[in-house]
């Protein structure tokens, strides 16, 4: 079964870190752009992050630049997205995208949660 599967989300304190992981099961992510996505309770989908199929182009969106950082390990067919000095407000399902055109996988998601 073709898949991507997120893990590591949490409940942490204000200020803390979680680093989210994405494997992909079924295939190799090496030729995917993969995209980090959340979702808090009555908003809309937001992208948060991406990077290349290389490693070489990441963005990000303004709320988090400066505090999360992604990376990918073909080796692991794993991306990652560390997340540092976290706020109540990126308290939010976090879900994992891998494009290469014309394929399209979507992870089940892994709930964050910042509060003390």
């Known amino acids: 079964q073709l898949q991507l599967v997120e893990s590591g989300g949490g409940l942490v304190q204000p200020g803390g870190s979680l680093r989210l992981s994405c494997a992909a099961s079924g295939f190799t992510l090496d030729y995917y752009t993969i995209g980090w996505f959340r979702q808090a309770p009555g908003k809309e989908r937001e992208g948060v992050s991406c990077i290349s199929s290389s490693g070489g182009i990441t963005n990000y969106g303004d709320s988090v630049k400066g505090r999360f950082t992604i990376s990918r390990d073909n080796g692991k067919n794993t991306v990652y997205l560390q997340m540092d000095s976290l706020k109540p407000e990126d308290t939010a399902v976090y879900y994992c995208?891998?494009?290469?055109?014309?394929?399209?996988?979507w992870g089940q998601g892994t709930q964050v949660t910042v509060s003390s």
């Open positions: 995208n891998g494009r290469r055109n014309p394929y399209e996988y």
